[in-house]
């Protein structure tokens, strides 16, 4: 069912200074801010030849990702995104084996304005896993 993997994501509390750290320290891709205020956030890109790395940091005042940087202040790892083929079969097959998807478990467009849906990290080895339609 799940096939590449679309992005790796990392909270962080100043998406400015962590551009700038992957831009002029580890000398990679890093694209323009692009603010999501339908899921709480603003993201980067950083393009690596296999994948690639998504910053993000909170968006407004009720974003998703704010209690992560309350209980992880400096940032941390925070869900990988694997690509499906089929987002809602994916969703119904996993809906049926008990996996609890998040929200309204309707896929919303993400980043990439692909459906994406994502799963509760308690039952997947404590990693938030998003789903995007490849
Ligand atoms: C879609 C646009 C973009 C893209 O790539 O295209 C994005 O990726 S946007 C990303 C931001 N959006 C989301 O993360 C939406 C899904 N996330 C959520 O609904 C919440 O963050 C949730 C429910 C995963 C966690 O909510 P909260 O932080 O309020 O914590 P809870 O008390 O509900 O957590 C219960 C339990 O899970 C642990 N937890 C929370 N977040 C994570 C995480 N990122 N990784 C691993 N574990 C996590 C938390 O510590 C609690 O554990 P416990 O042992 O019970 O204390
Ligand atoms: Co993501």
């Known amino acids: 069912m799940i096939g590449r993997l679309n992005h790796v994501a990392i909270a962080v509390p100043d998406l400015a200074a962590a ?17 999501l205020p339908g899921h709480g956030v ?3 890109f950083v393009g690596l030849p296999n994948t690639k ?19 992880n202040p400096s940032g941390g790892m ?12 994916a969703r119904d097959r996993l809906k049926a084996g008990g ?12 980043a990439h304005d692909k459906p994406v849906l ?3 990290p308690k039952d997947f080895t404590g990693t938030l896993i998003e789903l995007e339609q490849a």
């Open 118 to 120: 994502f799963l509760h």
């Open 42 to 44: 603003t993201v980067v």
């Open 53 to 71: 790395i998504e910053l993000l940091q909170p968006l407004g005042d009720a974003s998703p990702i704010a209690p992560f940087l309350a209980r």
């Open 19 to 35: 551009s700038a750290m992957y831009r002029d320290v580890l000398g990679a891709e890093v694209s323009e801010p692009l603010p």
């Open 78 to 89: 925070h869900h990988v995104c694997y690509e499906v083929d089929d987002i809602l079969a």
């Open 99 to 110: 996996a609890r998807v998040l929200g309204d478990g309707e896929p919303k467009l993400g």
